[in-house]
């Protein structure tokens, strides 16, 4: 968007060929248009200033301050779309322009960030050169971060790297305990992947959340039931579940759903969501395998219980525990001075512990 931003602008102004701006999606003759996307090349541009918008400001009433150290995904997992809006090679930054943003942030007041990328481990190389390069520049003794990472690329030597620079917590899109549920849903790692990295997180003082994403094609109680039990037995700080999967037209899940449902989504007792006149999936539809009954909702509430860890959204809780949007216990306490991960906030809230 960097490239392609100022573009649409001088085309708009200069009344240029829409043509010209890639990845726009525009209208022509009643008919969509849509661009070719061009990859941006991050290592050639310096991003460290951020001084068009008060980021202190933004901080200061509670926003997320993000940084971004590379931008795409070359991961295959069958129903994201990251690597269509972020594109599937992946482009990098200059680890010192990464530490040039962060400075000039810091300097600024902010002290607590979260990386914006898809993975931040995925190139893992990267990750190393990153994190040492902010140890070597001494922010790892000034700021705190918390991170997005796959389960597959991850390592002690990592996690003392990141440690080491400042990271305090990371956010693990796990998906899944069951490995056959994996394999289905597209990774390379194991359930045993994610006792070695609870390990890991624990051995080096990072709190991590595994977020969980159940209810895709193949799914049981049983596969669930295994899941639970085992984010139970290696006890991370939080555990996030999404109970149904969001079908997007150009992921390998999305596409195989409209195969099957031959232009009529209603048919299939797996869906739910706009379903009439939807067949592109433009609008919100979501896969909760029908195999699971109609009480599926309920009966997960009650195999987590009561137990805390959990962030399970609940239609019949009046106070969710996992709503960031509408949540005015959390909104409080970022008034009172929290900052940091979201789902940190609430686990800082429920155990007593001060604010970072």
């Known amino acids: ?22 990845g726009l999606i525009w209208m022509e003759n009643g008919n969509y248009r849509k661009n070719a996307i061009l990859p941006v090349p991050l290592e050639k541009i310096d991003l460290a200033s951020r001084s068009l918008i008060d980021n202190r400001y933004y901080f200061e009433n509670g926003g997320q301050v993000g940084f971004e150290t590379k931008r795409g995904c070359s991961l295959n997992c069958v129903y994201c779309p990251e690597p269509l809006i972020r594109g599937k090679q992946v482009s990098v930054r200059n680890p010192q322009n990464v530490v040039a943003e962060l400075t000039n942030l810091y300097l600024r007041g902010i002290t607590v960030f979260h990386t914006c990328d898809s993975e931040f481990n995925c190139p893992y190389s990267h990750a190393v050169l990153v994190s040492k390069a902010m140890v070597a520049s001494g922010l790892g003794n000034k700021i705190k971060w918390y991170a997005y ?46 006792i070695r990295i609870r390990e890991i ?76 006149d939807n067949e592109t999936l433009l609008r919100p539809v979501y896969y909760c395998d029908a195999n699971l ?12 219980g009561d137990d805390p860890r959990f962030l399970l959204g609940r239609r019949t809780d009046s106070n969710p525990n996992y709503n960031y949007n509408d949540n005015p216990e959390l909104t409080e306490a970022i008034k009172r001075g929290h900052r940091g991960a979201y789902w940190d906030i609430l686990r800082r809230l429920s155990e007593g512990i001060a604010p970072l």
């Open 149 to 194: 990472c796959s389960p597959e690329y991850f390592s002690e030597e990592l996690a003392t790297v990141m440690r080491d620079a400042g990271c305090v917590g990371i956010d693990f899109g796990a998906d899944h305990g069951d490995d056959n549920m994996l394999r289905r849903l597209g990774h390379g790692y194991a359930s045993d992947d994610l």
């Open 201 to 276: 997180c624990r051995n080096h003082n990072i709190i991590c959340m595994f977020d969980l994403l159940l209810g895709s094609p193949g799914e049981t109680k049983e596969s669930i039931e295994a899941t639970i039990r085992l984010m139970k037995k290696i006890k991370p700080e939080r555990v996030g579940i999404s109970l149904g999967v969001r079908l997007y037209p150009v992921t390998r899940l999305g596409k195989e759903i409209i195969e099957t449902s031959k232009g009529n989504l209603s048919d299939n007792p797996s869906l739910f969501g706009d379903l009439k």
């Open 293 to 304: 009954g109609e009480d599926v909702e309920d009966w997960l509430n009650e195999m987590v």
């Open 1 to 22: 968007g960097e490239e392609g931003f100022v573009k649409l602008i001088v085309a708009l102004s200069d009344n240029i060929d829409l043509e010209a701006v890639p």
